[in-house]
């Protein structure tokens, strides 16, 4: 994937093992020309508002597995810890999306500017909107009514005092028909217990039958989805 990287800084080390030299500023990413158009603006803030205001791998691996698939079927896409919106925008400008497509991005509050930014950037105001979604609270307003087809979440397992507020919030935005696709870096011993924990409530099945699948996975990072168990 092409990325053109405008400006770089150093800056501090933060939460995950963010690298200590970041992109600040735009990238313009293509996907392999998998989008509509002139491709994805990015915005990145280097990690200022938190570690999701740079670009995962993980986020990168669960586009290009969504825009070599299609969503055709998925007109009201979730994605959970968005950070920049990177994975919800990138569907959102690709060519199986739905004409009623509806991306929410969500994250906590303090990514919600990043966020806005980068909707901005690429024109999607009527399609993806950002909003805040605090992992183990209660599920927001604008969830209420109908559910989403699919939840996305990509490198959100990172954070051992995270993984039963993260865990929470899966079971409540789970019905059975719910598809869950998640994407993970693997970094620490300890996130075994996240999945164990989560197995209790999910049938999770590794995905690899997409093109960039063996890229990702030799750096670490795989590809699941989660079904909800019926009881
Ligand atoms: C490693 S970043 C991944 C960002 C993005 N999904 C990507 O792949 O580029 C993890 C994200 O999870 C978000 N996050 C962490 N704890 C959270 C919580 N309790 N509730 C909601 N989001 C949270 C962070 O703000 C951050 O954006």
Request: glycine letters at 8%.
């Amino acid at each position: 994937m092409e990325i053109l990287q405008i400006e770089t800084e150093v800056l501090p080390a933060a939460v995950v093992d963010v690298p200590e030299r970041l992109n600040l500023g735009r990238s313009n990413l293509n996907f392999d020309g998998l989008l509509k158009g002139d491709g994805l603006k990015i915005e990145e803030d280097g990690g200022a508002a938190g570690c999701g205001g740079k670009l995962w791998p993980a986020g990168e691996m669960l586009a290009y597995y969504l825009l070599r698939k299609g969503i055709q079927s998925y007109p009201r896409v979730l994605e959970i810890g968005s950070g920049t919106g990177l994975t919800g925008l990138a569907i959102a400008l690709s060519e199986s999306a739905p004409p009623n497509l509806k991306v929410w991005v969500t994250d906590q509050e303090n990514m919600i500017p990043l966020m806005n930014q980068n909707i901005e950037l690429n024109n999607l105001q009527d399609k993806v909107v950002a909003e805040v979604l605090d992992w183990g609270e209660e599920l927001p307003e604008f969830l209420e009514g109908q559910p989403v087809d699919l939840v996305l979440a990509a490198d959100c397992v990172y954070l051992e005092s995270a993984f039963p507020l993260l865990e929470k919030t899966l079971i409540d935005l789970s019905n059975k028909d719910t598809k869950i696709l998640m994407s993970y870096k693997k970094r620490r011993k300890a996130d075994s217990r996240f999945f164990k924990s989560v197995k209790k409530h999910f049938t999770i099945v590794e995905i690899s039958d997409f093109e960039e699948h063996a890229r990702f996975k030799k750096d670490g990072v795989t590809l699941m989805e989660l079904k909800k168990k019926t009881k």
